[in-house]
DNA sequence: TGTGAAAGAATGGGTCG
DNA sequence: CGACCCATTCTTTCACA
């Protein structure tokens, strides 16, 4: 017995979230295999993961640059809004906006973040444009040359929890 | 004959990428369901989708916070590197990091801008140790304070009709 | 390419150790 | 909690158009 509160995550919890995260599409029968455990027992536990919120979401990446998506840019912003109604219009316009793939908010020079998508230059104006309407002066714009590193995968088997003591 | 290469993408198989973009574990039949197909029909064509690399991978999108990362890092690196070698070694070493989800090569004042996943400050300084070992002089870091917006997905579908005349 | 049918797996619920 | 069973659903192959 060790927590009222909620299950503390165990070995085998941690070792199926790590396969899902890396390939979502393995089956729980070979899951099952990995972990040593039943096809049952493994789908239980991933329904309580989902439940529990440990998992958000599945999702196919696509190939950006097969799809005709070469501009990746990374936009910083500067908003000198300072009523946080007028901040949560624009954070949500940065939602609604398609090719927005990620905003963050920041400390440091900049206030935000975002990671945009494009298929070209004018598509990349287009969306420039756009953020001068919401009122967004100070802009700064670079662009992505080459994808060294993209990935999803919260180290969470690398950080400390990691003794392969596989029992048997 | 048009193009050996390979057929140019229709409405249909856009449809299916960005059913799977958005929720990748929509079982087979569901999809052919909406886009008025047979379930043999589907299979066909994502495996082809598959083969001809529009779909890269497929990921289960953990919680962070529900498992700790609560420091998320933006991190800027000038490097005074200029040998090729050497930055080859670089860019290899950021991949190995379980702790950078992401790396991309930038224009700007910066050279590269990655993305961190840290559980706690001591792991991000023990990060940063990790790029000054390595050689990196010039690092800026900025946290992220709140997420915004968070997603894979492409504009494929709502950008425009994606109907280009371009072979391949 | 598409469809329909059919075999082979995997899923998901219930019950019992 | 986990294993076993069972009905249901999904996947994947095949003949055929």
Redesign the interface.
Known sequence: MESIVSKVLDQVDIQI?DI??????VSNAEIARRVNLSSPAVHTRIKRLEN?????????????E????DL?C?VFISSNIHHSEKLDVL?EA??QM???????????E?D??LKV?N?DRR?LQTFIRKLNKLGITKI?T???????????????W??DEVDEGKFE
């Open positions: 979230l899902l995260q890396k390939q979502a599409h529990e919120g440990y998992i958000s979401q599945q999702v196919a990446i696509l190939n950006p097969k799809l005709g998506f990746l990374f954070e940065f939602r398609p090719e927005v793939l990620e905003c963050h908010c920041l400390t440091g900049y935000y973040l998508a298929k598509d700064q670079s662009l992505g040359l080459r994808e060294i590193k993209y990935s999803s995968v919260l180290p969470i690398d950080g």
